[in-house]
């Protein structure tokens, strides 16, 4: 079965550095790869993916995401930290039990101080 | 563009009281159509998920039921609601036999159940 792990639950970042959250992927054939941010009481925002190319994806707010087939992860990244990036992020791997279904990490809680 | 709508946004109801949750899409035609549950703000859990108008499929047996009675109306319903049934729920779209699989979330309904 297809499952993403995000080992941290928390995140913490001074504002200005470089962010780092973890995701790693358990697949049985080619990895749809996604992250998706949330901020609080509000639905779940798409960043970004990776299908298939550049292992480097570049999506919204200045995120970018490693695609490493050898270490089977994912990890989000961020060159310099805000404050407004404090949010709960989520990992997640396409389902290929046949029908178009997203399976989701646990999120990890970043939290970006001044 | 396309957007997802949720209402209400917040719903108090005490125990043994019915539900109605009404979602729906704009922009798009024959989507996919997804009820997650997030508990304590954290984990993602798909309730149910539909390709089409009447087509619905339960992923986790509970109280709650989903109907879609137009092509961009999804609905979760309950008879009777359990204190276990608090939490925020999740309306998602996603094309239809798409390429990449992501999805787009409405800003959700928060359910407290008393």
């Known amino acids: 079965a297809q499952s993403v792990a995000q080992p941290e639950d928390q995140v913490n970042v001074a504002e200005g550095n470089p962010l780092t959250v973890k995701c790693t992927y358990s697949v049985s054939g080619n990895p749809y790869l996604f992250w998706y941010v949330q901020y609080p009481n509000r639905g779940l925002q798409f960043l970004l993916k990776?299908?298939?190319?550049?292992?480097l994806v570049k999506g919204s707010y200045g995120f970018e995401a490693e695609f490493n087939k050898s270490q089977t992860s994912f990890h989000l990244k961020k060159p310099s930290a805000l404050v407004s990036d404090s949010a709960l992020y989520f990992c997640?791997?396409?389902?290929?039990?046949?029908?178009?279904?997203?399976?989701f990490g646990t999120g990890t809680r970043l939290l970006v101080s001044p | 563009s396309q957007t997802i709508h949720q209402w209400p946004a917040t719903l108090v109801q005490p125990v043994g009281s019915p539900l109605s949750l009404e979602c729906t899409v704009e922009?798009?035609?024959?989507?996919?159509l997804y009820w997650y549950r997030q508990a304590a703000g954290r984990g993602l859990q798909l309730l149910f998920y539909s390709v089409g108008i009447g087509q619905i499929s339960s992923e986790v047996p509970q109280n709650l039921s989903a109907s879609r009675p137009q092509d961009r109306q999804f609905i979760l319903s309950s008879k009777k609601l359990l204190l276990s049934d608090s939490g925020f729920y999740l309306c998602a779209w996603s094309v239809q036999a798409g390429v990449s699989y992501e999805q787009y979330f409405g800003p959700g309904t928060r359910l407290t159940v008393t």
């Open positions: 997640a791997v396409r389902d290929l039990t046949g029908f178009q279904k997203l399976v």
């Open positions: 990776y299908i298939t190319g550049d292992n």
């Open positions: 922009g798009t035609s024959n989507p996919n």
